[in-house]
Every structure is written in structure tokens, then in C-alpha cells.
């Protein structure tokens, strides 16, 4: 099997001066992609900033033979990374919204700046960026965008408010995209991955840290980013080597008469019943997915009977 390329595509790679992003970037320059290589160069807090993160990046890419450029701007002004890749290589391909900072604390300490700033980095960066490709994308009817959940936003994490809230935002976000982009060829999915880098370093023993080498990424932005992909609007969760896909499921529920014997202590008889997952489950993917007026008449006829 002959190897995916991406010769003559411009990838935009946020936050790529270490960690997930410097791999991704080396990858699709090895691969004949033209990389902007977003960062800041801000510590795992957003603080300060430096050139040399993207710059010896951009480095290593061109010592090995490969294209790339180096961008420094703040993903805030996601129109000017842009505007970086359009006036270096005239175009805009795949977007791979990858930057992001830490502010963990309890949430009884979190102040509204620990909040702000990672909802800023992760959901409003992730929206700016994409927001001034996506005319791009729909223009040249071709697009690949990739946001960065993580599995704290899947499930939630103790000290992590802040940053599991803008992680399951991107994944609304990376799945509204993937409609209005549909018709334009432009598949927007969002992956969870899990890889040492300095944001999991100080939490993870070094022998598991070994295991989740930010390489072992790669292969599945690689995937999602081609042009031969059709997959678009997926949750991917990635680490060490392994790709799960994910998927909503529901129980079969439990129908009330639509009456007024409808009341929080009826719904307490049968919340056991509401919550079995080991009957009949459900498995919606789309909001239009549930027959709710479906669901009324049946409630209706319950309640007449
Ligand atoms: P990292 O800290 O090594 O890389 C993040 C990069 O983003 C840094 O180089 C930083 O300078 C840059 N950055 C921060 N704020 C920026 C801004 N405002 N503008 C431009 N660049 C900025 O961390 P990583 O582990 O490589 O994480 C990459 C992404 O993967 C993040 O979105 C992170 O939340 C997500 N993630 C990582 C893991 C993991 O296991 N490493 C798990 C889940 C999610």
C-alpha cells in the first residue's frame, strides 16, 4: 500500500513548536505538505512567548528537505496565521487546531481569568483560525480542519473545568462544521489524543509516558487530513499506538402519560428503567435522530387509554 501524500497541500498547524503539533508538522513536510508552523511560543500556562519554538521547527523541516514556514502570532488572530500561509504559499488546505494551555485547579479556586484565558486558546483560537480558512476551503471546494478535544472534555476531570468545557465545545463545534462544510468538500472531525508532551509529563509515570510518543498521533491527523478521506463530523479518541471512534448511545427511555400523573415521582419509579443500558439502545447521530413528535403521540395515546 502505497503511502498517503500531501504534495501541493498548505497545512496550517497550530501551536506546533512542540509536544503534538512540532510532530504533526514534521509529518506532513516529510509527506510533500508545505507547513505553516504555528506558535506563540507560550509556556504550558500561556505564558511569555518566543520565536524560537516554531523556528527551530521550521529548522529541522527544512534541513530534512521539506517546506515549511514559521508563524508567531497568538491563535486569537487567527485571520493573520492565515494570511501567513496565503502569502507564503498561496492557498490553504488542511487546518490542524492544535494550540493550548493548562490552568487546572479545583473549581472553588478557579478564577474567571483561568477560565477566559483557556476558553480563549482552545475554543475561540480553534473558531478564529477556521473562520478565516473556511471561505478558503469553500472557495477551492476542499478543505480539511481538525479540532483537539481531549478526553477530559469526553468525560470530565477533577480540576479541569476550564479545559474539559472548551474541549466538548470543539467537538459541538467540529460536528456543526462538518454539515455546513459537507456540500464544499471540507470534513471537519476532532480527535482526543493522548501523548507525553510537557502537558502530561508532570501527571504520568515515565514508563507510560515512553508509550504515548506524540508520533503515535500523527498517522490519524495524516488520515483525516487527505484528500481520499471521506470521513467527516467523527470523535476519535487516539493514544499510544491505539483508535477508538465514538458514538452517542441512548437508552430505548421510558414513555410517561403525557398527563398530569407525569411528576418527578413517577419519573423516580422508573429512572432505573430510564437508565438501563442493557435493554434496547439507541444510537443518534443526528439531531433529527429522535422522533420526538413520534414520541408525544405515543405519550398522548397512553394518556387517553
Ligand atoms: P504542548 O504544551 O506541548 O503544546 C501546545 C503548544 O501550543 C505549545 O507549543 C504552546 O506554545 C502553543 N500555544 C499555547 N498558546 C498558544 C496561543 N495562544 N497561540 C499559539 N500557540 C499557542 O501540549 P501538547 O500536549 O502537544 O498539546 C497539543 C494539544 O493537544 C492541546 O490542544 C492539548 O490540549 C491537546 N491534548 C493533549 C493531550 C496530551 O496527552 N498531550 C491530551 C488531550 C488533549
Not at 109 to 126: A, I, P, Y
Given at each position: 500500500?502505497?503511502?498517503?501524500?500531501?504534495?501541493g497541500r498548505v497545512v496550517?498547524?497550530?501551536?506546533?513548536?512542540?509536544?503534538?503539533?512540532?510532530?504533526?508538522?514534521?509529518?506532513?513536510a516529510?509527506?510533500g505538505a508545505k507547513v505553516v508552523?504555528?506558535?506563540?511560543?507560550?509556556?504550558?500556562?500561556?505564558?511569555?512567548?518566543?520565536?524560537?519554538?516554531?523556528?527551530?521547527?521550521?529548522?529541522?523541516?527544512?534541513?530534512?528537505?521539506g517546506e515549511a514556514v514559521?508563524?508567531?502570532?497568538?491563535?486569537?488572530?487567527?485571520?493573520?496565521?492565515?494570511?501567513?500561509a496565503?502569502?507564503a504559499f498561496?492557498?490553504?488546505?488542511?487546518?490542524?487546531?492544535?494550540?493550548?494551555?493548562?490552568?487546572?485547579?479545583?473549581?472553588?479556586?478557579?478564577?474567571?481569568?483561568?477560565?477566559?484565558?483557556?476558553?480563549?486558546?482552545?475554543?475561540?483560537?480553534?473558531?478564529?483560525?477556521?473562520?478565516?480558512?473556511?471561505?478558503?476551503?469553500?472557495?477551492?471546494?476542499?478543505?480539511?480542519?481538525?479540532?483537539?478535544?481531549?478526553?477530559?472534555?469526553?468525560?470530565?476531570?477533577?480540576?479541569?473545568?476550564?479545559?474539559?468545557?472548551?474541549?466538548?465545545?470543539?467537538?459541538?463545534?467540529?460536528?456543526?462544521?462538518?454539515?455546513?462544510?459537507?456540500?464544499?468538500?471540507?470534513?471537519?472531525?476532532?480527535?482526543?489524543?493522548?501523548?507525553?508532551?510537557?502537558?502530561?509529563?508532570?501527571?504520568?509515570?515515565?514508563?507510560?509516558?515512553?508509550?504515548?510518543?506524540?508520533?503515535?498521533?500523527?498517522?490519524?491527523?495524516?488520515?483525516?487530513?487527505?484528500?481520499?478521506?471521506?470521513?467527516?463530523?467523527?470523535?476519535?479518541?487516539?493514544?499510544?499506538?491505539?483508535?477508538?471512534?465514538?458514538?452517542?448511545?441512548?437508552?430505548?427511555?421510558?414513555?410517561?402519560?403525557?398527563?398530569?400523573?407525569?411528576?418527578?415521582?413517577?419519573?423516580?419509579?422508573?429512572?432505573?428503567?430510564?437508565?438501563?443500558?442493557?435493554?434496547?439502545?439507541?444510537?443518534?447521530?443526528?439531531?433529527?435522530?429522535?422522533?420526538?413528535?413520534?414520541?408525544?403521540?405515543?405519550?398522548?395515546?397512553?394518556?387517553?387509554?
Amino acid at each position: 500500500m502505497s503511502e498517503l501524500r500531501f504534495d501541493g497541500r498548505v497545512v496550517i498547524v497550530s501551536g506546533a513548536g512542540g509536544g503534538l503539533g512540532k510532530a504533526y508538522s514534521l509529518f506532513f513536510a516529510a509527506r510533500g505538505a508545505k507547513v505553516v508552523v504555528n506558535d506563540l511560543g507560550s509556556g504550558l500556562k500561556g505564558e511569555g512567548s518566543s520565536a524560537a519554538a516554531a523556528d527551530l521547527v521550521v529548522a529541522e523541516i527544512k534541513k530534512a528537505g521539506g517546506e515549511a514556514v514559521a508563524d508567531y502570532h497568538n491563535v486569537l488572530e487567527g485571520d493573520k496565521i492565515v494570511e501567513t500561509a496565503v502569502n507564503a504559499f498561496g492557498r490553504v488546505d488542511v487546518v490542524i487546531n492544535n494550540a493550548g494551555i493548562l490552568r487546572d485547579k479545583s473549581f472553588k479556586s478557579m478564577t474567571d481569568k483561568d477560565w477566559d484565558d483557556v476558553f480563549n486558546v482552545h475554543l475561540q483560537g480553534s473558531y478564529q483560525i477556521t473562520k478565516a480558512a473556511w471561505p478558503i476551503m469553500r472557495k477551492q471546494k476542499f478543505g480539511r480542519v481538525i479540532m483537539t478535544s481531549s478526553a477530559a472534555g469526553i468525560y470530565g476531570n477533577f480540576g479541569q473545568a476550564n479545559y474539559s468545557a472548551a474541549k466538548q465545545a470543539l467537538v459541538g463545534f467540529s460536528n456543526s462544521l462538518a454539515y455546513e462544510g459537507h456540500k464544499y468538500n471540507i470534513h471537519v472531525n476532532a480527535i482526543a489524543p493522548l501523548a507525553a508532551s510537557r502537558m502530561t509529563e508532570t501527571v504520568m509515570p515515565q514508563e507510560i509516558l515512553n508509550a504515548l510518543k506524540p508520533e503515535f498521533i500523527a498517522p490519524v491527523v495524516g488520515y483525516l487530513a487527505h484528500e481520499s478521506t471521506a470521513q467527516t463530523g467523527g470523535l476519535l479518541e487516539v493514544g499510544a499506538g491505539t483508535i477508538t471512534a465514538h458514538r452517542w448511545e441512548g437508552t430505548a427511555g421510558v414513555v410517561f402519560k403525557a398527563d398530569q400523573s407525569f411528576t418527578p415521582t413517577a419519573v423516580k419509579a422508573r429512572f432505573d428503567e430510564i437508565c438501563n443500558f442493557d435493554g434496547p439502545v439507541t444510537y443518534p447521530t443526528s439531531i433529527k435522530d429522535n422522533d420526538w413528535v413520534g414520541k408525544l403521540e405515543e405519550a398522548r395515546a397512553l394518556a387517553t387509554n
